[in-house]
């Protein structure tokens, strides 16, 4: 046998045996050990070169050229059997590595806003929406602006349905009247038209004014301080049927649907004409149940033209100007969107209730 | 006010059922809280004619009835009663008729003969207790009519609920005045017996000497009444309108105030002393009232007198003494008109509400006054018999409330509604009582007597849109403005949001509540009138409230609450003023932290409620410094703290006092925090600056300090010596406890340089390093911990 054929079987058993070896390996770095033993600078191939010194000139091209085919073959079967590896040792880390999706996420106590302030929320919202500036007013108040200047004189028989809180030993500015705790945000008119006009402003004014107000009041169905909204607009020509279409508009906002409404000849004294307002029944879409007495209507708020005499008291021109008002009880109409049946679970603030009645939709 | 539909059909022929007359109350303006129905209608029960009565043949006590009901073929009816005969009409309940006593109706033999129905008695209508035989009904009873209709024994009472301004619909005329206008029907004139005015009883002296509150007075003396019960209809009347049955003339006085709406009373005249004078009270007089009470007057109050002592608190009540018993047999009767606001200042000055009062106070009608006087002898001779003399008048009905005008223009009350005025509308108007005419767009009303309630434009325009209905006036929608919206409060969102549950909680406490977190430095706003002495006083802190509803929770089992308030505090300031201060305040108690799957439980501590609040003050842009401050009322010295934003002192934290706690049942740490949101600065808006582009170095020292050492004293020494370089420096790590000496804590700084031009090197953190130790060293005596 020639060196050179020698040679070549050499390589050639060389290759089976690397080959068969790379097939056998389980790991990356048998893999890398084994890349080093055959391909490296002191690795079997190499051993094989150095009997090609001892070969011919003439022969030495041709088991070169072996000698790099064998170098060729047992590199890329080292890199098919590397890619190989690396699959498979992703698949092992990834179910090594699998968790309990269901488990639940790492998370900190979870907060809720007060239904009340929800429906404040929402209500402040949709009238903001519609121009209307937000106001605010003291909740500890005097006669003039809770009474007097809505028209509500002393001897009159409306004061008393008010059941109002009085404040001892605390009078108004001039000493001549008692304080009093707010019994409705209506004061806030007063106040907010007056501040309008010592600003210099000129109708058109449209405010909202949200707040606490207190009743002398304690039952089943009466709180002592609940929440009230307070809306109205100041302009030319400010009619009833404004008054009919901003309602329309604001109670299918609110409920989220279209509500009939309707409008009954009741009695305020700070409006002129004034009405109560009834939606068709949340509950029984006006068919008739319990919660409307078979009715099929709720009576939602108090509404009307602003009486000329509170305009006057304030110095807008009754003649010139016009306006509409209305207030509304924030945990009556979020009694009705979310079938809260009694008015104490607001006030009771058990973290139950409040933390089902923050879950959004 | 109790209405009955029986009553209403007096004053108008109303075709109407109750059903819908209660329609059209609500329609125009009268509330109807509820419709009661005592007595339903009788249906399927008719008048018929007995045509033919023969023997039963086998039983002795029945009779065989043939009964025309109106129809083709006559009724074969047996019957057990003896007291009709041919051609009596009785009631006759046909097949199918349920009986007000549940009895039905049904076809069937009685001993052998067919019976197709049932003659009725009153009890068998559930008109009676207890009968002698059938009804027998009048001979021109209509064969075949249903007899609930002919005898109209459908009754419905309307409970009304009348608004303050409209006093003239507190008796069933006005309310049939206002159905009727609306009917378009007639008001029935007011029925009045003849009866003789008898010139020998004398005419009762009386003088005003208060006529601006009382400009009308009528008084008439009536003997010889023989007081009986009132008859059994007006009793029946006045329980369905919701008045108890007296003695005949109260009756009578109290179903002339109902009917026609003016209060009356009757004095007994041998218990007066004298002459009648209607005078305002001195002060400090005396009253002895009906209902017990004494009173002791007031100067200014309207009252009428005889020569002896106050007989009547005028449109209020009668004193005792003078009242009309059964035993009476001479009276005096007043009716008047007194000033609607002395009758309401009076009577609230007592806390005295009567029938008479609510009348008075939102004004009766004077022409009334005259009408009520004549109405009421007439039905207290006609009852009671007794002689009528003369009326004393002082004053003059016809001058109160006459005449008066409103002059508007038609498009004015148009432009006010939003909906054009119908000609009709005026002819609904004038049926009201009141005298339109229209020129043009020029609209001239006079207003009747009693409605006190319409004196403007604006008060005829409510009239017209009553009339026309608001069913019919358009929604529509009014040009709306663009504004700029406020920068809403998110205060107690962002709260929420870091975890906590918002509560809502009132706004007053007890003086007990107050006291644990605010000195008694005489600045409490206190109620007057407070529902209970739980809730008297003005709350000063929000941290009661919050207390409250954590022990609230729990007692049901909650192992821990995390709670955010918002809401004002309230007290006094100098020169008689009040401040109202928007306060944010939250609570944390027991568990912050659930057992999980990948950690323990663990109990809220101070640092918890302090991380929620430099949480929500970041999110505004603002850093607080927490001050510790021993001696923080009602908050655990050495854990609690002022907190201030920049010099501002905007608010406390701490731990609630254990003693406190318990008295609120709570045996575990309790934390609290406020925050005044009035005085809190607003954050500024950040601005953009360029990010770093050099790497910075970070280094860590730990040193042992003394215990007690602030850290914040630390981080500042650290701030103040670290040099120019310095961007971050925070505690990571503190230990106390083995390998630490008794009184030290291991405090561990880490702290970042970096710098804008170029990389620092180690040189530079190793400079930074030393003058840091040799700070701490000076500053603390702190050494490097090995
Ligand atoms: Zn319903």
Request: hydrophobic share 45%; charged share 25%; aromatic share 6%.
């Given at each position: 046998m020639s060196e050179i054929d020698a040679l070549k079987l050499q390589l050639e058993s060389l290759q089976s045996e690397a080959l068969a070896a790379f097939s056998a390996a389980d790991s990356l770095n048998d893999l890398q050990a084994l890349r080093v033993s055959y391909l490296g600078k002191k690795g079997a191939l190499t051993e094989v070169l150095k009997g090609v010194g001892k070969l011919p000139p003439e022969d030495r091209p041709v088991i070169g050229k072996f000698v790099n085919q064998t170098k060729q073959a047992l590199a890329a079967a080292l890199d098919a059997t590397e890619a190989e590896l690396a699959v498979k040792a992703k698949s092992a880390r990834i179910e090594s590595e699998?968790?309990?999706?269901?488990?639940?996420?790492?998370?900190?106590?979870?907060?809720?806003?007060?239904?009340?302030?929800?429906?404040?929320?929402?209500?402040?919202?949709?009238?903001?929406?519609?121009?209307?500036?937000?106001?605010?007013?003291?909740?500890?108040?005097?006669?003039?602006?809770?009474?007097?200047?809505?028209?509500?004189?002393?001897?009159?028989?409306?004061?008393?349905?008010?059941?109002?809180?009085?404040?001892?030993?605390?009078?108004?500015?001039?000493?001549?009247?008692?304080?009093?705790?707010?019994?409705?945000?209506?004061?806030?008119?007063?106040?907010?038209?007056?501040?309008?006009?010592?600003?210099?402003?000129?109708?058109?004014?449209?405010?909202?004014?949200?707040?606490?107000?207190?009743?002398?009041?304690?039952?089943?169905?009466?709180?002592?301080?609940?929440?009230?909204?307070?809306?109205?607009?100041?302009?030319?020509?400010?009619?009833?049927?404004?008054?009919?279409g901003v309602l329309q508009y604001f109670l299918s906002a609110y409920f989220e649907k279209d509500v009939a409404i309707r409008l009954r000849p009741h009695y305020f004294p700070f409006t002129e004409p004034s009405a109560e307002v009834d939606i068709g029944c949340v509950f029984c879409a006006g068919k008739g149940c319990r919660i409307c007495k078979g009715s099929g209507w709720i009576e939602v708020l108090g509404s009307g033209m602003i009486h000329p005499n509170v305009l006057k008291s304030v110095g807008i021109d009754a003649g010139e100007f016009s306006g509409f008002a209305f207030g509304l009880g924030v945990e009556r109409m979020v009694m009705l969107k979310q079938g809260i049946p009694d008015l104490r679970l607001f006030f009771e603030n058990d973290v139950r209730f409040l933390s089902r009645m923050g879950v959004a939709k | 006010m109790k209405i009955p539909f029986s009553w209403l059909k007096k004053h108008v022929a109303l075709a109407a059922n109750p059903d819908q007359i209660a329609d059209d109350l609500v329609r125009l303006g009268h509330e109807v809280e509820g419709v009661e129905t005592p007595r339903a209608a009788v249906k399927g029960v008719r008048v018929g004619l007995i045509e033919s009565k023969t023997a039963h043949p086998d039983a002795d006590k029945l009779s065989l009835l043939k009964v025309n009901i109106g129809e083709a073929e006559p009724l074969d009816i047996v019957c057990g009663a003896a007291n009709m005969g041919e051609g009596d009409k009785v009631p006759v309940a046909t097949i199918g008729t349920a009986l007000p006593g549940g009895l039905k109706i049904k076809k069937g033999k009685i001993r052998g003969e067919v019976s197709c129905g049932m003659c009725c008695s009153e009890v068998e209508l559930g008109?009676?207790?207890?009968?002698?035989?059938?009804?027998?009904?009048?001979?021109?009873?209509?064969?075949?009519?249903?007899?609930?209709?002919?005898?109209?024994?459908?009754?419905?009472?309307?409970?009304?609920?009348?608004?303050?301004?409209?006093?003239?619909?507190?008796?069933?005329?006005?309310?049939?005045?206002?159905?009727?206008?609306?009917?378009?029907?007639?008001?029935?004139?007011?029925?009045?017996?003849?009866?003789?005015?008898?010139?020998?009883?004398?005419?009762?002296?009386?003088?005003?000497?208060?006529?601006?509150?009382?400009?009308?007075?009528?008084?008439?003396?009536?003997?010889?009444?023989?007081?009986?019960?009132?008859?059994?209809?007006?009793?029946?009347?006045?329980?369905?309108?919701?008045?108890?049955?007296?003695?005949?003339?109260?009756?009578?006085?109290?179903?002339?105030?109902?009917?026609?709406?003016?209060?009356?009373?009757?004095?007994?005249?041998?218990?007066?002393?004298?002459?009648?004078?209607?005078?305002?009270?001195?002060?400090?007089?005396?009253?002895?009232?009906?209902?017990?009470?004494?009173?002791?007057?007031?100067?200014?109050?309207?009252?009428v007198s005889d020569d002896a002592s106050v007989i009547a608190l005028a449109g209020i009540m009668g004193s005792g003494a003078t009242g009309v018993t059964g035993t009476t047999t001479n009276i005096v009767l007043e009716s008047a008109f007194f000033r609607p606001a002395r009758v309401s200042e009076t009577r609230r000055i007592y806390a005295m509400v009567s029938e008479a009062s609510m009348r008075f106070e939102r004004g009766v009608d004077p022409a009334m006054v005259g009408i009520a006087m004549q109405r009421a002898t007439a039905m207290i001779v006609e009852l009671f018999g007794g002689k009528a003399g003369d009326i004393r008048q002082c004053g003059d009905a016809d001058a109160i409330n006459a005449g008066r005008t409103v002059d508007c223009s038609v498009s004015a009350i148009a432009t006010r509604l939003g909906v054009d005025i119908p000609p009709s509308a005026d002819d609904v108007l004038a049926r009201m009582g009141f005298d339109v005419k229209r020129y043009g767009d020029q609209l001239d009303v006079t207003v009747p007597s009693f409605r006190h309630d319409v004196s403007i434009p604006e008060d005829l325009s409510e009239e017209y849109a009553r009339i026309i209905g608001f069913d019919a006036i358009p929604a529509v929608l009014p040009p709306l403005a663009v504004t700029r919206p406020a920068r809403q409060d998110r205060s107690v969102h962002d709260a929420v949001s870091g975890g906590f549950l918002q509560v809502v909680t009132y706004a007053f406490v007890s003086a007990d509540e107050q006291r644990l977190f605010v000195a008694d430095d005489g600045m409490d706003i206190v109620l007057e009138n407070p529902i209970s002495d739980a809730m008297s006083v003005m709350r000063r802190s929000p941290w009661p409230g919050l207390l409250n509803i954590a022990r609230y929770n729990l007692n049901r089992q909650q192992p821990g609450v995390a709670l955010v308030e918002q809401g004002r505090i309230y007290a006094r300031a100098d020169a008689g003023q009040h401040n109202e201060t928007n306060t944010l305040a939250w609570l944390m108690v027991g568990q912050a932290q659930p057992d999980t799957w990948y950690a323990p439980a663990r109990q809220a501590d101070f640092f918890d409620l302090k991380g929620a609040v430099e949480a929500w003050l970041s999110l505004r842009g603002l850093t607080g410094r927490f001050i510790a401050d021993d001696a923080i009322q009602g908050l655990q010295a050495g854990q609690s703290a002022r907190i201030l934003v920049g010099r501002t002192e905007v608010g406390r934290i701490g731990r609630v006092d254990s003693e406190i706690a318990t008295g609120f049942d709570m045996d575990v740490p309790v934390f609290v925090a406020e925050i005044n949101l009035d005085v809190l600065p607003s954050g500024k808006k950040a601005k953009f600056a360029s990010l770093p582009e050099f790497p910075g170095v970070e280094r860590d020292l730990v040193f042992l300090f003394d215990k007690h050492t602030s850290s914040d004293a630390i981080l500042n020494a650290v701030k103040s010596s670290a040099g120019k370089f310095l961007t971050n420096v925070r505690v990571f790590d503190l230990y106390e406890g083995k390998g630490v000496p008794e009184g030290k804590v291991s405090l561990g700084i880490r702290f970042t340089l970096q710098d804008a031009k170029r990389t620092l090197t180690q040189e530079d953190a190793d400079a930074a390093s030393a003058s840091i130790i040799a700070a701490m060293e000076k500053r603390f005596g702190a050494s490097l911990r090995g």
């Open positions: 699998k968790v309990d999706v269901s488990l639940p996420g790492r998370s900190g106590p979870k907060g809720a806003l007060h239904p009340v302030q929800q429906g404040l929320d929402e209500l402040t919202a949709i009238f903001v929406q519609m121009g209307f500036d937000v106001a605010e007013g003291p909740e500890i108040e005097d006669e003039f602006h809770n009474f007097d200047a809505l028209n509500i004189p002393p001897e009159h028989p409306a004061r008393a349905m008010h059941d109002t809180f009085f404040i001892k030993d605390m009078r108004n500015a001039d000493g001549t009247e008692p304080m009093l705790l707010r019994t409705h945000t209506s004061p806030v008119q007063i106040r907010a038209m007056k501040r309008f006009l010592a600003e210099g402003g000129e109708p058109p004014l449209a405010v909202v004014a949200p707040g606490r107000v207190y009743r002398c009041d304690y039952d089943v169905t009466h709180s002592p301080m609940f929440h009230q909204v307070e809306v109205f607009k100041v302009d030319h020509d400010v009619s009833l049927s404004h008054l009919k | 008109l009676a207790e207890d009968s002698d035989g059938l009804l027998i009904l009048p001979a021109d009873a209509p064969v075949g009519a249903e007899v609930g209709e002919y005898l109209e024994l459908e009754e419905a009472v309307f409970d009304l609920s009348i608004t303050p301004n409209r006093g003239d619909c507190m008796n069933v005329r006005g309310i049939a005045r206002d159905l009727a206008a609306d009917a378009g029907l007639p008001l029935v004139e007011i029925s009045m017996a003849d009866f003789a005015v008898d010139d020998a009883v004398a005419v009762p002296n009386v003088s005003v000497s208060a006529g601006a509150d009382c400009p009308v007075y009528l008084a008439r003396s009536i003997q010889g009444v023989n007081v009986t019960d009132s008859p059994d209809w007006m009793q029946a009347s006045l329980i369905m309108a919701g008045m108890r049955p007296v003695n005949g003339i109260v009756d009578v006085l109290n179903y002339i105030m109902l009917d026609l709406g003016q209060p009356m009373h009757a004095f007994d005249a041998d218990r007066l002393t004298g002459d009648i004078v209607i005078r305002s009270a001195m002060q400090h007089e005396g009253f002895a009232a009906l209902d017990g009470r004494e009173l002791k007057l007031h100067a200014g109050d309207l009252v």
